[in-house]
C-alpha cells in the first residue's frame, strides 16, 4: 500500500447519494474517490490508504457491517477510520453487529452536512497527529498500526489527541469518545467524576524529565465498565508544540506457570475460560444443597450448537475456537447476577438458572440465550451463524442431583431439535417415556437393517396413460413387532439419528437398480404415439426407464456416496441419468454449503436431481436457485385443493408456470381418480403416480 495526499472514499451503491456526499464535502477541497460497491472499494483499499471511509450501512451483495468486518480482518485496512451511514431504524441491526460498532463512528440519515464536515475534519486531525508521531519514530506509521499494541498521543494538559484503531478495540469504544478526554481518566473506575491532577501524576513528572517511563503492570477502565490489565510505556516527544507525549500499552496474559493458573486449569475448561463438566457439576451439586433450604427451584440449560461441525471442516479449527469463545462471552452476558455458564464438552453449553420462583422463569433466560447466539459471529473477515437448541431440567421436577439433571436437560434437547433450530423445551416423564421408546426402536430398527429385514415397493410412473411407465418410485417399508408396518416418513428419523441412514440407502440403491436392469425389456416405455404427445396432453415417450430413490441430507455427504451410486449403476449397465435422487424440500430448508457442494458434484456426474414438495415447504426461493435440480414433485393435496378454490388453483397454476419456466421436468403423484386426471390433463405434466394408472 502507498500514501497519497489524503482521500475520501465513498462507498454508496446510489450514485446520487454519492454526488451529494461529494456536494457537501466540497469545501474541503480534498480528494474523493466514489464507489457503487464494497468490493471495489476493498479492491482499491489494496492500493491507496484512505484518510476517512464513508460507508453506507444497507447495500446489495455486501453491506456495510459485512465490508467492515472483512477490513477488521486485514492487517492493512483495520486501522482506517470508517463513518458508517444508518438509517434511523438500524437499531437492531446495529445490535447483531455491536463488536464492529465499537471500533467505528456512526452518522445517522439524513445526513447533516455540518455534522459530516466536522467528523471528517477530526479524521483529519488524527490523521495529522498520526503523521507527526510517524516522524519522530521514523517508521512510517507502522507502530500505529500493530494489531495488539494500542497507541494514544497526548497534549501537555494530559488530553488525548490521537488514538490508535488497535486502542479504540482494547478500550472497547470510538475515536469521537476519547479524542479530547483526560488521558487520566482511564485509570480510574468510570462511576466516579474525574476531576484532573495531571501536573501531579507519576507519568508526566517522569516524561518531562526526558525519561521513558514504563509501567510493567496497572489496570485501564474500557467503555463498557470493565477493566484490562496493561504493560505500559509513555515516551515523550521532543519540539513538537501539539503532542507531550505518546503512550504505547500490550493487555497482559496470564503466566501459564503461576500456581493459581495451574489450579485453574484442573477445573476449567481452557478454551473459554468456563468451568469444565466436572467443576459445573460440582457447583450444580452446590447449589441444590443450598436451595433444598428455601422454597425456590433452580433450572439447567443444556445449549446444543447447531451444525458446528461444518465450521470447523470449513473454515477451520482455528475459527471454531474463536466462535466458541465469542459463544462463552455472550452466554456468560445473557445470563443473570447468581445464574453460572459451563462448558460441557465439544460444541455443548450449560447454564444454572439460580433461585426461580417458577420454570417459566427459565424459558425467559432461554429465549434471551437465543436471541444472542443467533446474531451473526465476526471472526477473521468471515460472518459465520451458529443456531442452538436449549434443554431444559428443573429441580426439584426432573431431578434432585447434577448428573440427573443434565442428562434430562441433554434429552429435551432431542426434543426442541425435532422442532426444529433455534427452540427450547422442558423435559417431563412423557418425554423420557418417549425417548426409551425411541431406544428401543433404534434397536429393533439396527437389527432389521443387520439382517437385511426392510421391505421395498416399487410403484409405478406414468407419463399421463397407463401405457406408458417410465420409471420407478422405491418406497422403503418397515414391519415392527409391535407397531406394525412402518412407512419411510415414519423411520427415516431413527436411521438418521442412528447413523444407518447411509447403509440403508446403499442397500435400497442396489436392489432398484438390480430391479431395474432385469425388467428393461419388461417396461413398455414408449406408446404407439411416438413422442407426439397422448389424449392427457404429457409426453408419451421415454428413451430409458428411470428408477427414483428419496435420499438426505446425511447420505449425500458421506464420503463415498457418489462412489458407490456409480459403481452400482455401472455393474447393472445403467446410465447415470436413470437414476433419480429424491430430496425432501423441508430437510433441505436448512442446507449447509456442505451439502450444496456434494450435490452439485452429483449433479454434474448425471444423476438426475427431484425436489419433492416444491413450492409447498418450508425453502426459501433462493434455495431453488441455488440446488441443481431436474425434476420437482408438486403435493397431492395441492391438486386436491385446487379443484375446489379458484385461488388455490391460481397458485396451482403460478407454481407449474415457474418449475417449466426454470425448465424442470414436473410430477404429482397420488392420481387416483379420474377427475384429478382431467383436471391435470394439459398441462404439461411430465410424471405422474396414483391408483387411476393401476386398474
Known amino acids: 500500500m ?5 482521500v475520501i472514499f465513498i462507498v454508496d451503491d446510489k450514485l446520487e447519494n454519492c454526488k451529494q456526499l461529494e456536494v457537501m464535502l466540497a469545501d474541503l477541497s480534498m480528494g474523493i474517490l466514489t464507489f457503487q460497491s464494497a468490493q471495489s472499494a476493498l479492491d482499491k483499499l489494496q492500493e491507496i490508504i484512505p484518510l476517512i471511509l464513508i460507508l453506507d450501512a444497507d447495500m446489495p451483495e455486501m453491506d456495510g457491517y459485512q465490508m467492515i468486518n472483512q477490513m477488521q480482518a486485514d492487517d492493512a485496512m483495520r486501522h482506517i477510520p470508517v463513518l458508517l451511514m444508518t438509517p434511523n431504524f438500524s437499531d437492531a441491526k446495529q445490535m447483531l453487529y455491536s463488536p464492529l460498532m465499537e471500533v467505528i463512528d456512526t ?64 478500550l472497547r469504544t470510538t475515536a469521537p469518545n476519547l479524542v479530547d478526554t483526560y488521558f487520566e481518566s482511564l485509570f480510574q473506575d468510570p462511576c466516579e467524576t474525574v476531576v484532573s491532577e495531571w501536573e501531579k501524576h507519576p507519568i508526566p513528572k ?116 474463536e466462535v466458541l469463545k465469542s459463544v462463552a462471552e455472550r452466554l456468560n452476558k445473557s445470563v443473570r447476577i447468581g445464574d453460572f455458564v459451563g462448558r460441557i464438552g465439544g460444541d455443548v453449553f450449560a447454564v444454572v438458572v439460580n433461585g426461580i420462583t417458577s420454570p417459566g422463569v427459565s424459558g425467559q433466560v432461554a429465549q434471551k440465550i437465543l436471541t444472542s447466539l443467533k446474531a451473526p459471529y465476526l471472526v477473521k473477515g468471515y460472518e459465520v451463524f451458529v443456531g442452538c437448541n436449549i434443554g431444559i431440567a428443573t429441580y426439584p421436577n426432573s431431578g434432585s442431583h447434577s448428573s440427573v439433571l443434565l442428562k434430562n436437560a441433554d434429552l429435551a434437547t432431542d426434543k426442541a431439535k425435532a422442532l426444529g433450530s433455534d427452540n427450547y423445551q422442558y423435559f417431563s416423564a412423557e418425554m423420557n417415556r418417549e425417548i426409551l421408546e425411541r431406544l428401543s426402536l433404534e434397536k429393533s430398527f439396527r437389527k432389521s437393517i443387520q439382517s437385511e429385514g426392510i421391505e421395498f415397493e416399487l410403484v409405478p410412473i406414468y407419463q399421463g396413460s397407463p401405457k406408458v411407465i417410465c420409471g420407478y418410485e422405491m418406497v422403503p417399508t418397515w414391519t ?29 440403491f442396489e436392489q432398484g437398480c438390480k430391479f431395474l436392469a ?50 452400482l449403476a455401472k455393474e447393472q ?69 385446487s379443484m375446489k378454490s379458484d385461488s388455490v388453483e391460481q397458485l396451482f397454476l403460478g ?3 415457474m418449475a417449466q419456466k426454470m425448465q424442470l421436468y414436473v410430477w404429482v403423484d397420488q392420481v387416483n381418480n379420474q377427475e384429478t386426471l382431467d383436471f391435470l390433463s394439459g398441462q404439461h405434466i411430465e410424471y405422474m403416480q396414483g391408483s387411476i394408472f393401476n386398474g
Not at 495488539?148 to 478495540?169: I, P, Q, T, W
Not at 417396461?523 to 389424449?535: F, K, L, M, T, V
Open 107 to 170: 452518522i445517522a440519515k439524513p445526513i447533516s452536512p455540518g455534522v459530516l464536515i466536522e467528523k471528517v475534519r477530526a479524521a483529519k486531525e488524527l490523521d495529522r497527529y498520526q503523521k507527526i508521531i510517524a516522524e519522530v519514530l521514523d517508521d512510517d506509521g507502522q507502530a500505529m498500526r500493530k494489531k495488539h499494541e494500542g497507541v494514544l498521543a497526548l497534549d501537555e494538559l494530559g488530553h488525548v489527541k490521537f488514538v490508535n484503531s488497535s486502542a479504540l478495540r482494547m
Open 655 to 657: 407454481i407449474l408456470a
Open 480 to 508: 415392527h413387532e409391535t407397531h406394525g408396518v412402518m412407512t419411510s416418513e415414519q423411520f427415516y428419523p431413527i436411521a438418521e439419528q442412528t447413523g444407518l441412514m447411509v447403509d440403508l440407502g446403499f442397500m435400497m
Open 206 to 321: 517522569v516524561c518531562m524529565e526526558g525519561n521513558i517511563l514504563q509501567v510493567e503492570e496497572t489496570k485501564l477502565w474500557c467503555a463498557d465498565g470493565d477493566s484490562i490489565r496493561v504493560k505500559l510505556a509513555a515516551i515523550p516527544l521532543f519540539d513538537q508544540p501539539e503532542l507531550n507525549m505518546f503512550v504505547a500499552f500490550k493487555i497482559i496474559n496470564e503466566d501459564p506457570n503461576s500456581k493459581d493458573k495451574l489450579e485453574a486449569l484442573m477445573h476449567l475448561d481452557q478454551l473459554t475460560g468456563l468451568p469444565n463438566r466436572e467443576k459445573f457439576g460440582e457447583k450444580l451439586d452446590l447449589e441444590i444443597g443450598r436451595i433444598r433450604k428455601e422454597n425456590t427451584w433452580l433450572a439447567v440449560l443444556y445449549i446444543d450448537l447447531l451444525h458446528f461441525k461444518n465450521i470447523n471442516e470449513s473454515l477451520g479449527h482455528q475459527i471454531g475456537d
Open 573 to 641: 449397465g445403467l446410465s447415470h441419468h436413470q437414476l433419480i435422487l429424491e430430496l425432501c424440500e423441508t430437510q433441505f430448508s436448512r442446507y449447509q454449503a456442505s451439502h450444496l457442494e456434494a450435490l452439485k458434484s452429483i449433479y454434474n456426474l448425471g444423476f438426475k436431481v427431484l425436489l419433492a414438495n416444491f413450492g409447498m415447504g418450508y425453502a426459501p426461493f433462493n434455495m431453488l436457485l441455488d440446488l441443481p435440480l431436474n425434476v420437482v414433485k408438486l403435493p397431492s393435496d395441492l391438486v386436491e385443493r
Open 518 to 567: 432385469g425388467n428393461l425389456s419388461a417396461i413398455d416405455h414408449q406408446s404407439s404415439d411416438e413422442g407426439e404427445g397422448n389424449e392427457h396432453g404429457v409426453l408419451a415417450r421415454v428413451d430409458k426407464p428411470f428408477i427414483c430413490f428419496r435420499v438426505t441430507p446425511q447420505q449425500i455427504v458421506s464420503s463415498d456416496f457418489s462412489t458407490k451410486l456409480t459403481e
Open 2 to 6: 502507498s500514501q497519497p495526499s489524503p
